[in-house]
């Protein structure tokens, strides 16, 4: 596991844990963190501009039916900057695009 480090100003170095995933529409995939609950990481998401992409900490994601929807905690719409997470933990991912859509997700040690 990639660990980072502050002796660079700004930069953060290329992870070794990453996943890529090609997401059918409504198919929910999911990725388990390595290691154990004492060990933290910063779980960056990326994804094209015109996705979307629904990802859930520990709890299962789908895209809100039409009108306003009050989700279940630790679901976030495309989120925009980077999540901790913790050994164990399960990553759910998700998107109602038809055509599907493309995540990465990259795991620095902390």
Do not use: C
């Not at 979307?52 to 039916?65: D, K, Y």
């Amino acid at each position: 596991m990639t660990k980072y480090a502050s002796n660079f100003d700004g930069t953060k170095p290329f992870s070794d844990t990453v996943w890529q995933m090609n997401l059918a529409t409504s198919v929910e995939q999911t990725v388990t963190v390595p290691g154990t609950n004492a060990q933290l990481y910063r779980a960056f998401f990326t994804y094209a501009s015109n996705s979307n992409v629904f990802i859930g900490l520990n709890v299962t994601t789908a895209a809100p039916g039409a009108g306003l929807t009050t989700t279940t905690a630790n679901i976030e719409f495309k989120p925009g900057e980077p999540k901790y997470v913790k050994g164990g933990d399960v990553i759910h991912a998700s998107s109602p695009d038809a055509a599907g859509a493309y995540l990465g997700i990259s795991l620095l040690a902390l």
